[in-house]
């Protein structure tokens, strides 16, 4: 198997790791990133002993939403193997779940600027490239990843 590029490709603005249990990580390189964020649901609530006639907000559970990965290229096929493993059953927790770190790279392309880190996330759908023989340098269209939770820290 080839050595992995370390950057994959300088036009790609987002540098992504997916990391497993023992910190292997497998680097691409994406155009555009979509779905970064969290929401705390907020019910309403009034105890039967609340003399007004109004309810109290409670905060609920967070939910994180889908992360979209689109137009990226990859500099090794592990990415593939994991999308692969979790397709043909392996239901393992060290197969499943990934810590995938997003960064946001400045304009020389060599210095992240953010980084957002996804816990327990996993592949939910991989859409291939179209394949053209004049300018076909795209790996991956779009990669659609569930997770549990996202920090988001400055670099």
């Given amino acids: 198997m080839a050595e992995p590029r370390e950057f994959p490709y300088p036009n790609f603005a ?7 249990q023992d910190e292997k990580g497998i680097l691409a390189g994406f155009q555009e990133v979509s779905g970064l964020g969290m929401e705390v649901a907020v019910s309403e609530y009034r105890p039967g002993n609340y003399r007004e006639a109004v309810t109290q907000k409670v905060m609920g559970l967070g939910k994180t939403p889908d992360v979209t990965l ?4 990859i500099g090794a096929t592990d990415l593939f193997a994991w999308i692969k493993q979790l397709r043909d059953g392996d239901r393992s927790r060290d197969a499943f779940f990934r810590t995938v770190t997003i960064q946001m790279m400045a304009e ?20 291939g490239p179209a394949l053209n023989g004049k300018s076909s340098d795209v790996a991956i269209e779009e990669m659609v990843l569930s997770c549990e939770n996202i920090e988001m820290n400055a670099v």
């Fill in 70 to 73: 689109k137009r990226g290229v």
């Fill in 108 to 127: 020389d392309r060599a210095t992240a600027i953010l980084e957002w880190t996804l816990k327990n996330a996993r592949p939910m759908k991989y859409t």
């Fill in 14 to 20: 987002f540098r992504v790791k997916i990391a497993n």
